[in-house]
């Protein structure tokens, strides 16, 4: 059933509207925001209640702050709150409180065409307990509620359930950010064009087998790059030197492998490195990995494999960079599967924290069909998962 989008609601002149977005945002040892793409992600809904004559109270978390003061510092919500200003071309007011008097007055106050951004969701214990009386204490700063918060919608956080939970009545949608990706990882992966090849790389099997499992149903291939690549290989027998690898899940690697029918691709050389680290001396190596040496990037060899195979496919879905990429000397496979993907003729989707932000680095993210702003909701999504947090959205008649 489809969901009623900010578009659907009538009238917004006057109205307040509590909008939950994503502003999870990487940020650097100084607390900087080093990619703020979730930010401007956010701005086509905004400006529409702006536009439009509303005001918006905006909420996120920011990190996964432990309840230290200080050590939580860095996950205030100052720094995206001034980005957002900027993005929008208007001041924004920002408030160090979730909920209290202060969240109170403010909404109270806020004028048309305004925005205000709360502190961080996640300082308030409530948040992540789902906790319904703090929950009612947001829902009553609004006459709207938004979900536009995509790489969240994997949760059963407060803002995310219980708040639309609290404002039943008042007009509870999604906004353009979530109406778009629900949209096209339905349309574009539902009834998927031939060949149908998925990518998968990133750290670890354990965080992606159901994930694994299910795109195995549906795609014709699956190559494999990335860390996950050794536990794969050493499932299978082959020798990795010092590459990562799950020891605990080489059961669960063998039954995928048994299970893919052969349509599991691994890499057929790699770039090994004596150290994890730039500066460390490597060399390309195929099959078999040396003892001390460490499994850092998908080879050359590789590379034009899964090239083909891009070229081939009618879609393509990414997930998981084919090595570190952040060392400069390890990135190169990650490099040429986005190049790749940017040049194909056919559907390309991606998704995944890191992923998304190796195809921004690159400046490929344009030339991409999709570029997903989730990374476990985005897995949890294409997994065949229902978000319960949608469950709570009002259904377009
Ligand atoms: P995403 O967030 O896109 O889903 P993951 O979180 O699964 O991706 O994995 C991303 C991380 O995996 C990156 O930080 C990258 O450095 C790391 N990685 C990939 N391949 C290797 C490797 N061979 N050795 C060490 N780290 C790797
Ligand atoms: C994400 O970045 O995947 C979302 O913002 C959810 O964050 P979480 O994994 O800390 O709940
Ligand atoms: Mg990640």
Redesign the pocket.
Known sequence: MAKKTIADVADLMGKKVLVRVDFNVPLDDAGNITNDRRIRAALPTLRHILDKGGSAIVMSHLGRPKGDPKKDAPFRMDRAAQRLGELLGKPVQKIDEVVGPHADGAAATLQQGHVLVLENLRFHPGEQKGDAAFAAQLGKLADIYVNDAFGTCHRQDASMLAVPESMKGKPRVVGFLVAKELDILDNLLGSPQKPFIGIL????VS??IGFITSLLSRVDRLLI??????TFMKAQGQAIGS??CEHDKLDVARELLSRAEGKIVLPLDHLVADK?EAGAQTQVVAGNIPDGW????VGPKTIDLYREEIKKAGTAVW?????????EP?SKG?RAIAAALAEAKGVTIV????????VEEFGLDSRMRHVSTG?GA??EYLEGKSFAALAQIDDKL
Do not use: H
């Open positions: 790389g990133g750290a670890k965080d992606k790059g990335g860390a996950m690549t050794y590459s990562r994890p460490f499994g850092m990037d997930n998981g960079p084919m090595g570190k990429f952040e060392d390890f990650t998704g995944g924290g890191e992923t998304a932000e190796a990374g985005f897995l």
